[in-house]
């Protein structure tokens, strides 16, 4: 194991997969259960991607967090990983099934050369935030916009980042909503967490979907079709 990983921790902040299903519909009202067992999935997947890495890997989900507000939680969890030894925290969410090992060890190489890194998610956040212990500052950082659209163009674009010597890794999305959820079965190429989408999410309307009803079958989600369109919109 080599020195950059062994002075290096992957944070998986994130909540637990039953907390999760309480703050998110991706399966319906009356499917909670579903996307409970859904975002087991997603953090099992998640701990497997980074523990490959061969860095040491801190899961903090709610039982752990400490603080009232998000960004207060998330720089607490930043500050004890670095009161523990460690010169660099990278931290990733449980929602971003597209991560993986390689992108990982790109980050992990990064941050032997650079103060902070970002890997920017589709909706203006981030899905991976990495910072050197000496680069951290944790009421600035308890200041960001968390939770908000404008993260990661404030984190670029003013003070916080001035003079840190920074990296962005590539754009992945995370799982938040049904459009994004019916995104990633769609074009992903995991049959397993694939089949669970298209038979579990039988029926949903959204108004993005222009009003559509999407129908779906669990004909529709045999393991030939993943490669197509994942719905078929009728009149509503």
Excluded at 98 to 114: F, H, P, R, Y
Aim: glycine share 8%; proline share 3%; with cysteine.
């Amino acid at each position: 194991m080599g020195q950059a990983n062994t002075n290096t921790a992957i944070l998986i902040f994130s909540l637990s997969a039953r907390r999760e299903a309480e703050r998110k519909t991706l399966f319906g009202k009356r499917g909670k259960k579903t996307t409970e067992s859904f975002f087991d999935m997603l953090i099992e997947l998640t701990k497997t991607t980074a523990s490959r890495t061969g860095a040491d890997v801190v899961v903090v989900d709610e039982h752990q967090q400490k603080g009232r507000s998000f960004g207060e939680r998330y720089a607490n969890a930043f500050q004890e990983l670095f009161d523990q030894g460690y010169d660099k925290v990278i931290s990733i969410g449980n929602d971003t099934p597209d991560l993986t090992s390689d992108i990982l060890g790109e980050a992990i190489g990064q941050m032997q050369q650079n103060d902070l890194l970002v890997g920017p998610s589709s909706d203006g956040g981030v899905y991976l935030l990495g910072m050197h212990r000496e680069f951290f500052k944790l009421d600035e950082f308890k200041a960001l916009p968390w939770l908000q659209s404008d993260l990661l163009k404030t984190m670029l674009g003013g003070s916080f980042s001035k003079g840190a010597q920074t990296h962005c890794l590539e754009e992945l999305s995370d799982i938040d909503t049904v459009r994004q959820l019916l995104q990633f079965a769609y074009s992903s190429e995991d049959a397993v967490l694939v089949d669970f989408i298209l038979n579990h999410l039988l029926v949903y309307t959204d108004r993005t979907f222009k009003g559509a009803v999407l129908l779906y079958t669990n004909d529709h989600a045999l393991s030939s079709y993943l490669r197509g369109p994942p719905a078929f919109p009728v009149a509503a």
